[in-house]
């Protein structure tokens, strides 16, 4: 089958494809609870006759065809949904209450179910595998999966995800970094309790949290290299039992995301030594936790030199984009390519009027984008199988 007639195959299952994408995106589940909708990726990929393991990494599922000893190439998608209500009013909008596919996970199944239909037709001399992993929101999915197996044996690995800044019929195509490592910040504030119309007689907690959170955005311009992106948000805080006694604890927690992984993985000593050091000038002490949540996609370039071919060999020059900088999202496809050489490309999927953002209630994607994903796909399976026989064969 050559590629004009793939590209017909996969244009004459369209309306299958949108069908099977809004009932899964009508039945979101969040992570680590996917258990629906693994049963419908099992049951489909059974129909196909792809050879179907389930539970593995608790609700993720992975699919084998091909022959496996001339090697496997991976394409994993995730599953999982948020905790979000959903408020785009669609026909086939969220039928769970405060749980939405709002960042084109459904979009990402489809997608790979779709690979799966048209793959198994076409005689590829290495093996494929298919990985539907859980629980990427709460970047855990991945490591759950390579724990079980996923990358066994595996020799490269594709990824794909929507992108709402790229117009539908383009991708994004991003050498060396594609998105930021990200960690969990906490910190705990210990001041001393006293009268609110007497606050020299104590410490007060809120104050130094103030400070601690005003002051590290200014550290952050100041004492760190701003070639070198850092973005710190606290997303929650809590102290205070009443309105006029001085807070004595407070807790904050937030997000740190950054781009280079030396400076990653000396940030939470930067960050225990700066933010004490705040508190401490407010008279309070600092109990500060860094967490490390995942490292940053860093794409292969052999096999993002693959997607771009591939890319624009389906799409045409002016329609694969090369993306200039990284995000500061996170994405633990990148446990992934610890383990094996592979890549992630951006899917576009902004209509005429646009969409809007990824994690937001009324994220809306164009549909057309998952047909220009299956087509990138397979393209990309099937031009990195014939590279992998002729370097084979000679």
Known sequence: MNREQILKKIDSYHDEFIHLRRHIH??????GFENQTAILISGYL?????????????????????????????????????PIFEETKLSFSSKVDGIM????????????????????DLELN????????????????????????????LTHIFGVHVYPDLSVGTIGIKEGSLTA???????EIKGKSGHGARPHEGVDAIWAASKVISGIQELITRKLDPL????????????????????????????????????????????????????????????VIFREITPPVNNDSEINRVLRDSGIKVL???????????????????????????????????????????????FDPDEKAISVGIKVLTESIVKLNNEMISTVDK
């Open 181 to 187: 490592a990200a960690g969990e910040l906490k910190v």
């Open 46 to 82: 059974k129909n196909l006759g792809w050879n179907v393991r389930e539970s593995v990494g608790k609700t993720g599922v992975t699919a084998e065809f091909g022959p496996l000893n001339k090697g496997i190439i991976g394409l994993r998608v995730d599953m999982d949904a948020l």
């Open 316 to 362: 045409g020059q002016e329609n694969v984009i090369e993306l200039q900088k990284p995000s500061l999202g996170a994405e633990d496809f990148a446990e992934f390519l610890n383990e094996i050489p592979g890549a992630m490309f951006r899917l576009g999927v902004a209509g005429s009027n646009g969409c809007a953002p990824l994690h937001s209630s009324k």
């Open 228 to 287: 070198d992106p850092v973005v710190i948000t606290f997303g929650k805080i809590n102290g205070g039992n009443a309105f006029n006694v001085l807070a004595e604890k407070v807790n904050i927690i937030g997000t740190v995301r950054c781009t280079n992984l030396k400076l990653f993985k000396n940030i939470g000593n930067w960050l225990n030594e700066n933010i004490s050091s705040l508190a401490n000038s407010c008279g309070a002490d600092a109990k």
């Open 26 to 31: 009508a039945h979101p589940e969040l992570s």
């Open 126 to 153: 290495t093996g494929i595998r298919l990985i539907f992993q859980p629980a990427e929101e709460i970047a855990s999915g991945a490591r759950w999966m390579i724990k079980d197996g996923a990358t066994n044996g």
């Open 101 to 120: 596919h709002a960042c084109g996970h459904d979009l990402h199944i489809t997608i790979g179910l779709g690979v799966a239909k048209i793959v198994k």
